[in-house]
Structure formats: structure tokens, C-alpha cells
């Protein structure tokens, strides 16, 4: 990296640092504002690493291109769309009670999380990994478990901000698994925008009624169902990631 593009990214890293620190000390009760500084954050963080992306010379910034692997991102939506406890909200167990501006303002949230996630962790990280597992048996399926395990164990830092173990634990079991199989899409589709699509279609919709509303939409079918996609789920993607040969991927990620 040139010394310019060291410059760029040092200050991109230190404005996220600024308004995350501004974000701590301002504490204001407005609800729309940790929304708003999330949005800000995100963003300009989505914008270092398209430049990163573009530098390193990675093919993932292009529209989707979609063959034979074409059901990989549809079953990855099925399964964020899932995350919504749809039996809880129609009988009511569980409900929103946001107006449409705060739901909207939740919606560009999520849509900017997704971004700056898939395009750090999937656009830029997952083609490094795949420089790294180049030669090796399989090196497409070692490549999205090194990049969804760095995805997960970053959420360790949330134990800084007053999350309980228990629930760390759990958002760093989720969070690999979100990242494998948003590594999938990213192999089958040719396109990280695809990819940040799903990631906040499922962010929207496991986080809306904790964040948003109210009531516990897990009831047994709901548990029951979720269980079973994701077990065929994470069979189907993991055969695609065994079957996927590596000059394919290459070809699909990289271009040095």
C-alpha cells in the first residue's frame, strides 16, 4: 500500500474513532441518534473499503451474475427473511411499535451495517483468505471459515461495551454462521452488494421487535422451523463450498 493510501486509511480509521467517541459521550436520550451515528459510522467505513477493495484489485464490486448457483443467495434470503418471528407478529405475541419515519431511519441502519460488514469482512477479507489457502484441499471452504471465524471473534469487543458473556457468545456463534453463508453468496453470485443486501435483510429482521417493539415471538414452531432450515441450510452451502473449485473462486474474487 502506497504512503498516500496508508494516509487515506488512517484517517478514515480515526473519523470512525471520533464519532464513536462522540456517540459515548454525547449520550442523548433522542432515540433516532445511536440510529443516526451507526448510519454515519457504517457508511464511511463502507466507503474505506470499497477504496481498499479497489486497490487490492478484487472482482467483487460488480452486479451479480447468477448460473447455476443461483438458489445460494435465494436460500441465504429465505433464512434472513426467516429471522423474523412472522407466528409471533400475526398473533400478536410480538409486536412493532415504531412510527414509519423511526422504521425507516432502523431500515437505513441495518442497510449501512450490512454494507460496511460485507464489504470489510466479505469483499476485502474473504479474497485475502483465499490468496492464503490457495494449493491447499478445498481451499474455498478453508477460506470462508478463516474469514467468518475473524467475522466472529471481532464481536468479542462487545464484552468492552457492556454485553453479558452468555450473550457475546451467542453473537459470535451467529455471527460465523451468517458469515459462512454470506461467503457462499459472495462465491455464487460475484457481487458483495448481493451479499450486504441479505446481511441487512436479516439484521432488519432478528432485531426489529428487541429493538422496536415488543413481546417474544419464539414460540415452538417458530423454533422448530428455524432449526430445520438452517440444518438444510448449512448442508447445501457447505457441499457448494466443498464442490467449488479454486481457480473458479479465483476467478470469481481476484484478479492478482
Known sequence: MKTRDKILFAAAVTVLVLCEIAGRILHPDAVWF??????????????????????????????????????????????ALNNLPWIGLVTGRAKIEADSLLLALFAVE?????????????????????????????????????????FALVHLVNLFSGG??????????????????CACVLVASRSVWVCAA???????????????????GWDPVTVTLTVLLGLAAAFLLVRFLWRTDER?????????
Not at 54 to 78: E, F, K, Q, T, W
Open 110 to 150: 441495518c442497510i449501512a451495517v450490512g454494507l460496511f460488514e460485507e464489504l470489510a469482512f466479505r469483499g476485502f477479507l474473504l479474497p485475502y483468505c483465499l490468496t492464503l489457502t490457495r494449493g491447499r484441499p478445498h481451499s474455498v471452504l478453508l477460506a470462508a471459515f478463516l474469514s467468518s471465524a475473524v
Open 164 to 181: 453479558s458473556p452468555g450473550a457475546v457468545i451467542m453473537q459470535i456463534g451467529y455471527s460465523f454462521l451468517i458469515g459462512g453463508m
Open 248 to 256: 473458479e473462486a479465483e476467478a470469481l474474487c481476484i484478479t492478482k
Open 34 to 79: 445511536p440510529m443516526a451515528e451507526t448510519i454515519l459510522t457504517r457508511l464511511i467505513g463502507a466507503a474505506v473499503f470499497v477504496f481498499l477493495i479497489r486497490r487490492m484489485g478484487y472482482r467483487v464490486l460488480g452486479r451479480p451474475v447468477l448460473h447455476g448457483d443461483r438458489y445460494v443467495p435465494l436460500l441465504a434470503l429465505l433464512v
Open 198 to 216: 441479505i446481511h441487512a435483510v436479516y439484521n432488519f429482521c432478528g432485531t426489529v421487535v428487541p429493538r422496536l417493539g415488543e413481546g417474544n
